[in-house]
């Protein structure tokens, strides 16, 4: 067990920036060749039309910024759709990094393929924590770059430091927008990822990311992992308790499937 916690390890510099700022980049992890599998795979599902329809759970849609059309957005999750992106996300070099942070073995707990298409509207400032009874506080989330993060294609931007504060929204099991005011001496860091870099950040690192003006898309995995300490792998249940959170939350909720 210590021979495998050892694989991939971090450094102490990097693990203490981890535990400064709430988030760590580490870059050219995954190689071309790699990235033009997952690539070809994002593709493919890029081509199932058959799931992407507003019913369907799984798939999410964002406003054209200019337009208002609506553009498909993200599968959550994929892995069960995508072999090829299931092998990476289960890789050494993702999982023995963890390992560092944990001082124990990951488990995968959620997994999203985000396209953000040229023109499409970015994400609002948030927590990635909810306060729901079997939501673990150890969830922390990887992005996986397939295509260049910049600032003209809206790259994540975090706020180093504050997921020392711990969570800032009420823990009432809703998700909430952060007022940017709140976080206030600190100043948002834009996350530049090239193809087969990496960015770990913690479920109480502030993020945002600003619409996508290029004519470039920005497709990443987002795979988000907890302890194994707390709950063992949980992904099946948490996507029996985010499924009945949206069958709450929406007002045409009964009417949800997942295909």
Not at 39 to 66: C, Q, V, W, Y
Not at 92 to 102: M, V
Not at 123 to 129: I, S
Not at 165 to 191: C, F, I, N, T, W
């Amino acid at each position: 067990m210590l021979e495998t916690l050892a694989t991939n390890a971090l450094t102490s510099a990097q693990l203490d920036q981890y535990q400064r700022d709430g988030y760590l980049v580490l870059r050219g992890v995954f190689a071309p060749p790699e990235l033009a599998e997952m690539s070809r795979e994002a593709d493919r599902l890029l081509g199932r039309t058959d799931l992407m329809f507003d019913e369907n759970m799984r798939a999410r849609f964002k406003p054209h910024i200019e337009t208002g059309a609506k553009l498909f957005e993200v599968f959550d999750p994929f892995l069960d759709l995508a072999p090829v992106c299931k092998r990476y996300v289960l890789d050494r070099r993702i999982l023995g990094p963890l390992a560092s942070i944990y001082g124990e073995e990951a488990c995968l707990f959620k997994d999203k393929l985000i396209y953000k298409a040229p023109g499409s509207e970015g994400a609002h400032l948030h927590q990635d924590y909810i306060a729901w009874p079997r939501f673990p506080i150890s969830f922390l989330t990887v992005v996986l770059a397939i295509d260049d993060f910049g600032a003209d294609n809206g790259c994540t931007e975090v706020y180093p430091g504050i997921h020392r504060r711990g969570y800032l929204s009420p823990a009432d099991g809703k998700h909430y927008q952060l007022d940017e005011d709140v976080l206030k001496p600190v100043e948002p860091v834009p996350v530049f990822l090239a193809p087969g870099d990496l960015a770990i950040f913690g479920c109480y690192t502030p993020h945002r990311s600003a619409a996508n003006r290029s004519r470039r898309w920005r497709r990443g995995l987002f795979i988000s992992y907890n302890a194994c300490s707390e709950g063992g792998e949980q992904r099946d249940e948490h996507y029996q308790d985010f499924h009945e959170w949206l069958r709450d939350k929406y007002p045409n909720g009964s009417q949800l499937i997942f295909r």
